[in-house]
């Protein structure tokens, strides 16, 4: 996303000037890319030459897409050396990572910008609209349910994501946008994290609970009718950047969500405390049939809800045609299928958008939509990286301390699913108030 923004609608204000990588395979793969736009090749480095990099190329922005894991190292030693850094989320995976980076941030006089795309997304930014303008009055607490299908859900299980160690589970890898989301629409600071979890659908033991027999220890070695099936060949994305690749540095991305060595949790429910009083219910399921989230926020005036149906379901040995090389997904719509009928059980594909006041009837809202991914949420998040941010009475590029408040609440959930404890974020040593002087987001 950000290298084909480099070299189409943001050509005019940036340029890739290296790439750092495992694999130069995946670096060939992106050369070719550059010569599609006219461009040379990029000098290479290894993750082990990341200081002589910043030597040599001098850059202005690092922009950190590695594993999760690694994520703080990067970080911090290009904010140490002044460079400013777009860093995917989650900004880290544990407490010291997060202390590392938050240390950093404070001391340097470079800019860290966390890219939370959910946020630009016009369904998602209508809901903080009308709860800072007072539709509901002051927020008293919000559910908050998360739905990923066998497809996209089941492909956490495939990759490096399955590895507690490299991504931190599903509640800080994916349920980072969540948190922040919440955050962000309630203006509120976590405060205290309870949390349950386990893993119940994918993995070696659930499998053989519900007598799946054996399995082939790679999804491209599943059967034609195996609906857990990833076949790369098929798709040249995957193919190039992944199948190909194998032999450059190991990394395997097909591995099947039924095998062992899963770390991860499929089924997780929190429970938040915020400063201002506010409670929120989250809960997060990776094997769902369709594809969505339901939130309710309840106020002192109302209750504002929201339902998206991102994908209303899923084709069996799909699986190949429905993932990006990040897991993303695209949308399976039933062209038949127009309204939600609640007698046929039919589930219509879009965001339904619902705001009740007291003594009043609920009303649904529009959702105004935009062009691309996330309802042209991607294309915003772009122009505000690349370009600056203008007046936005939103606030919807995220400060570090943003991301620190987002995967925080993941960290001490999962502290709190393996001691059985609630967890005062007080007591983990970060801190969760911006700093005074913390300037307005410009840009990285």
């Given at each position: 996303m950000f290298v084909r923004s480099m070299l189409t609608t943001h050509a005019e204000v940036a340029e890739p000037v290296a790439w750092c990588d495992t694999n130069d395979v995946r670096m060939d793969l992106y050369d070719e890319l550059l010569a599609e736009h006219g461009r040379a090749p990029l000098p290479r480095y290894t993750p082990d030459d990341f200081s002589r990099m910043l030597d040599e190329q001098d850059p202005d922005v690092v922009v950190v897409t590695s594993p999760d894991s690694t994520h703080a190292r990067y970080v911090v030693e290009a904010l140490d050396r002044g460079v400013d850094v777009v860093c995917e989320k989650p900004m880290t995976i544990d407490v010291d990572g997060l202390r590392a980076i938050t240390e950093a941030a404070r001391r340097s006089t470079a800019e860290l910008v966390v890219t939370f795309n959910y946020r630009y997304?016009?369904?998602n930014s209508e809901v903080?609209?009308?709860?800072?303008?007072?539709?509901?009055?002051d927020v008293t607490s919000v559910t908050f349910e998360w739905l990923l299908d066998t497809v996209h859900g089941a492909d956490y299980f495939r990759r490096w994501h399955r590895e507690k160690a490299s991504s931190?589970?599903?509640?800080?890898?994916?349920?980072?946008?969540?948190?922040?989301?919440?955050?962000?629409?309630?203006?509120?600071?976590?405060?205290v994290v309870s949390a349950l979890g386990r893993l119940a659908f994918y993995g070696e033991d659930s499998a053989a609970a519900r007598g799946l027999g054996p399995r082939p220890a790679l999804g491209r070695d599943g059967a034609a009718d195996d609906p857990f099936a990833l076949d790369m060949a098929a798709d040249e994305t995957l193919r190039r950047l992944y199948l190909e690749a194998e032999e450059a540095d190991g990394y395997v991305r097909d591995r099947d969500v039924f095998g062992p060595g899963i770390t991860i949790e499929d089924n997780l429910a929190v429970l938040v405390g915020y400063r201002g009083g506010p409670v929120l219910t989250y809960s997060l399921n990776a094997h769902s049939p369709w594809e969505g989230y339901r939130v309710g926020i309840n106020g002192t005036r109302g209750r504002l809800e929201l339902e998206v149906v991102e994908?209303?379901?899923?084709?069996?040995?799909?699986?190949?045609?429905?993932?990006?090389?990040?897991?993303?997904?695209?949308?399976?719509?039933?062209?038949?299928?127009?309204?939600?009928?609640?007698?046929?059980?039919?589930?219509?594909?879009?965001?339904r958008l619902v705001l009740q006041q007291h003594w009043d009837e609920a009303r649904e809202l529009p959702i105004p939509e935009g062009v691309g991914a996330h309802g042209g949420g991607d294309a915003m998040l772009l122009d505000d990286v690349f370009l600056g941010v203008g007046d936005d009475p939103l606030g919807r590029q995220a400060h570090y301390v943003d991301g620190v408040r987002s995967v925080i609440v993941g960290i001490a959930a999962n502290e709190s699913i393996r001691t059985g404890e609630t967890v005062r974020l007080s007591t983990l040593g970060i801190e969760l108030d911006a700093p005074a002087d913390l300037p307005a987001p410009t840009r990285a």
């Open positions: 997304s016009p369904r903080r609209r009308l709860v800072s303008e007072g539709a509901i009055g931190g589970g599903l509640l800080v890898h994916k349920s980072t946008h969540h948190l922040d989301l919440v955050n962000w629409w309630i203006d509120d600071v976590p405060e994908r209303t379901h899923v084709h069996p040995g799909s699986a190949g045609k429905m993932l990006g090389p990040d897991g993303k997904k695209a949308p399976v719509v039933d062209p038949s299928v127009t309204h939600v009928d609640a007698a046929g059980g039919a589930r219509a594909f879009g965001s």
